[in-house]
């Protein structure tokens, strides 16, 4: 006996010694880092622990928190012994109505009451009413009115008629302003009845739900322990969803010779269920969404091509008259005083890191990102790229040129593909799409047209005749392409053209002159590289022959 109270001392002495103490800490968000899918956010939190075991719990974080992501380090003389992730389900707090609807609530009351006085006035008048009936009757009934009627003394009979008669008379004036008062009591009660209606009817228009569910809470548990009491901070992690960024770029040019200001731009959004207030953000071009893994090559067959016959459904029904007819496939805010002072620049206070497997932009700014799901801009960084331009005519499609500037040292600026805004002389032009995996030591934008030089093509001639001995037929085509510069300097342009490619081989297509800088047979494409002088002109033909068989149809498309 003394032995099993012994362990159940012991037992009940080991839990209260073991029972770590829970507190509940607050926790602030430090700094961002947005991926492209996903972010990670930072928090720390200050604690003072006592000696031995405690618990620390960190709530209120965001929903869509990943558990397996959660990361705790802490400073100070403590050692942390566990961490877990909870969530903790709150049962809703009691919530006070709205204001229009407590004003609401105490008509509605005001109204059942006065119904329910109405009520009880109405019995009292309902209840004289009967008592006056049942005072008329027992006055007709009574036997000395009775036996009065049948006397045969003249005086005896006429006092007790005249008794009578003023007896009903005071009833029935007593009876009429009874029925007058419960009239009038019915239609204050009707009136109040409707008003009642209407007010019930409105509140129920009013959307009010109060919360029912329980509200899961995010929490990170963190079991400390220590020899003796202090403070110290935690700090801890964790990734989450809902939160993305993607670049988009301003490339600016002043004009011909002039270099090019690209500036690049991030576009981040968030419904994390956390505001980011004021906070450090670090962009990375990391993509935690993606597999981590080395993929795996199948192996790679090479088999025969087998057709496959597959009857339309109304060739199935007739089947019988055609097996022939089937489908075949193949599996397919300052004073004034400053006002001369250069604003600062967000990119001023950005810096790069390039890791091993990916590029982060560290932004040493506060920025406010609310959990709204919006695209907010952010500035990375400006850089100024050397460039040249071009232009490009394409007469046979566009009678004006086309400018394109080609850019160089880009290829430090860490780019990821995106959309930028293309700006020439201070005018916007256009938007394109900036893809550097596609690019190689030269990027080149278009820079919008340019009415300054423009270019006209007309057709000089088209000859066509029999070949009799070779039974094939022939036409010659010649082309003039004019060029005209109204620029006071000289511009350097590429002028573009074609001819027509043979789509079957009894049709031959050669170029007979024009003397193109480039010429390629497997496009027909044409190419010059001219020089116009200002305020000048400049023209050339091309001649091309076509070839084909005289019994057949030519069709240039």
Not at 66 to 88: A, E, T
Not at 97 to 104: A, C, K, N, S, V
Not at 320 to 349: F, P
Not at 369 to 383: A, F, N, T
């Amino acid at each position: 006996m003394r032995i099993s109270f012994f362990a159940l001392f012991l037992l009940h002495f080991s839990a209260a010694v073991l029972a770590a103490e829970e507190l509940v800490v607050p926790s602030k968000i430090e700094k961002v880092t947005v991926f492209l899918n996903r972010a990670q956010v930072f928090r720390t939190s200050s604690i003072a622990f006592p000696s031995g075991q405690v618990e620390f719990v960190m709530e209120e974080l965001s929903p869509f928190l990943d558990p397996s992501s959660i990361q705790v380090k802490g400073r100070g003389n403590f050692i942390i012994l566990d961490v877990v992730h909870q969530v903790d389900y709150r049962q809703p707090e009691p919530t006070r109505e709205p204001e229009e609807i407590q004003r609401l609530n105490r008509k509605i009351r005001t109204c059942e009451d006065s119904i329910r006085i109405m009520g009880y006035s109405l019995e009292l008048v309902q209840n004289r009413r009967q008592a006056l009936a049942q005072e008329k009757n027992v006055l007709l009934t009574n036997p000395i009115i009775t036996n009065v009627r049948g006397s045969d003394t003249l005086p005896v009979l006429r006092d007790a008629l005249l008794f009578l008669r003023g007896k009903l008379e005071n009833i029935h004036i007593a009876m009429t302003e009874a029925h007058q008062e419960e009239d009038q009591l019915n239609a204050m009660r009707a009136k109040i009845q409707d008003r009642f209606n209407s007010l019930v009817q409105y509140r129920s228009t009013l959307i009010y739900a109060p919360d029912q569910q329980p509200r899961p809470v995010q929490q990170v548990r963190v079991t400390v322990y220590s020899k003796q009491a202090g403070s110290g901070k935690l700090e801890f992690n964790y990734t989450v969803g809902g939160a993305s960024w993607n670049p988009a770029y301003d490339i600016r040019s002043a004009g011909p010779e002039k270099p090019v200001q690209l500036t690049y731009k991030a576009l981040v959004r968030q419904q994390t269920g956390e505001d980011w207030d004021g906070i450090p953000l670090t962009l990375s071009t990391h993509d935690p969404s993606l597999m981590q893994e080395k993929p795996v090559l199948p192996i790679w067959y090479a088999t025969y091509f087998q057709e496959v016959q597959i009857l339309a459904p109304a060739m199935q029904m007739e089947s019988d008259k055609s097996r022939a007819e089937s489908l075949s496939y193949a599996g397919a805010y300052s004073d004034d005083s400053n006002l001369d002072i250069a604003a600062q620049m967000a990119v001023d206070y950005t810096s790069l890191a390039q890791t091993f497997a990916n590029v982060e932009f560290t932004i040493d700014l506060g920025y406010e990102i609310p959990s709204d799901g919006l695209d907010h801009l952010i500035l990375v960084q400006e850089k100024e790229l050397a460039a040249t331009y071009r232009h490009f005519l394409i007469p046979k499609l566009e009678s004006e040129s086309f400018i394109q500037a080609r850019i160089t040292g880009w290829e430090d600026l860490n780019l990821i593909p995106g959309m930028a805004s293309l700006f020439y002389d201070g005018t916007f032009i256009g938007r394109a799409h900036v893809d550097p995996r596609v690019f190689g030591d030269t990027l080149n934008l278009p820079m919008g047209r340019d009415r300054m030089v423009y270019a006209e093509r007309k057709r000089l001639g088209s000859d066509e005749k029999n070949k009799v001995l070779s039974g094939e037929r022939s036409r010659t085509e010649k082309w003039t392409i004019e060029v005209r510069n109204n620029y006071p300097k000289a511009i350097d342009i590429v002028v573009q053209d074609q001819i027509p490619v043979a789509g079957d081989p009894t049709i031959k297509i050669a170029l007979i002159d024009g003397n193109p800088d480039r010429y390629s047979d497997a496009d027909g494409m044409l190419e010059w590289d001219i020089t116009v002088n200002p305020g000048t002109r400049k023209n050339w033909t091309f001649t091309y022959e076509v070839q084909w068989d005289k019994n057949r149809q030519l069709v240039l498309r």
